[in-house]
């Protein structure tokens, strides 16, 4: 398994930070992405435990389901199926406020389940793309926060 993790302090308040990267259809604005629902609301929130939701990424298709919901400070979610095939034990998002904004974390933790070439293949393929994305969801949530009006200058 390979540990991919990405942080980023956002220009926002933790609570809006939280609600914007939780809420998956905004990952749309990254250009690795092509289609993000939500195909079952959770529990307690639409994004909540239980929550299920369906991403289209250039890398391929995944079903997450919410494991943990702590608003605003953690989310968690495990990739039920993808195609291609992948293994994945942890997707995670902490979010803890700093001096400027909001400190994020995003964690997953996965594998390319091909037998002698998978650890090469998520490495050198699945790790780039992977984290780059992130990186690319994280700038369209300062981009789209920090024009919050709450934040615009008079």
């Given at each position: ?51 299920v939701r369906s ?21 968690e979610y495990v ?20 001096d400027g904004g ?53």
């Amino acid at each position: 398994m390979e540990t991919m993790t990405v942080e980023r302090v956002i220009s926002a308040p933790i609570e809006e930070v939280f609600a914007w990267l939780t809420t998956t259809t905004h990952y749309m604005r990254s250009p690795l992405v092509l289609r993000c629902r939500l195909t079952r609301r959770g529990e307690s929130a639409p994004y909540g435990v239980g929550a299920v939701r369906s991403h289209l990424w250039l890398i391929g298709w995944f079903r997450e389901r919410i494991t943990h919901y702590d608003p605003p400070h953690a989310t968690e979610y495990v990739v039920e199926r993808s195609l291609p095939p992948s293994r994945h034990e942890l997707g995670r998002m902490t979010f803890t406020e700093v001096d400027g904004g909001t400190q994020v974390r995003w964690t997953t933790r996965a594998e390319i389940p091909v037998p002698l070439l998978g650890a090469l293949l998520t490495r050198r393929l699945a790790r780039p793309v992977i984290t780059r994305t992130f990186r690319n969801i994280l700038d369209a949530a300062e981009t789209a926060l920090a024009q919050h009006p709450s934040r615009k200058r008079a």
